[in-house]
């Protein structure tokens, strides 16, 4: 049954993106957030396992507003809105 992610209560959503075992969320204001598998480090949280409730990204990405994102198999790519776009994970795939 759908649940709400009680970690982003309180904020508004404006876009989410899918990989197989990980999600990721914009949030008004341009902040990133991901959560699920951290394999190859998708989720742009280091070298930190996996996390099952949103954390915001803010590694190599303070001051950065994110206003799109799209997620591969192990990779997830951020558009800005300066223009700038942004990649990590594994980088075979991305």
């Known amino acids: 049954l759908p649940e709400i992610v009680d970690s982003l209560i309180g904020q508004r959503v404006v876009q989410v993106a899918c990989g197989p075992t990980y999600t ?3 949030v008004e204001g341009g902040l990133l957030y991901t959560w ?23 590694r190599g990405l303070m001051g950065i507003r994110a206003m ?9 790519a951020l558009a800005t809105t300066d223009g700038g ?8 795939f991305g």
């Open 24 to 26: 990721a969320a914009i």
């Open 36 to 58: 699920g598998d951290n394999s190859a480090g998708v989720q742009g949280l280091s070298n930190q396992g996996s996390v099952w409730s949103p954390l915001w990204v803010h």
């Open 68 to 76: 799109r994102v799209a997620c591969g198999r192990r990779h997830i």
């Open 85 to 92: 776009l942004y990649t990590w994970g594994e980088g075979s």
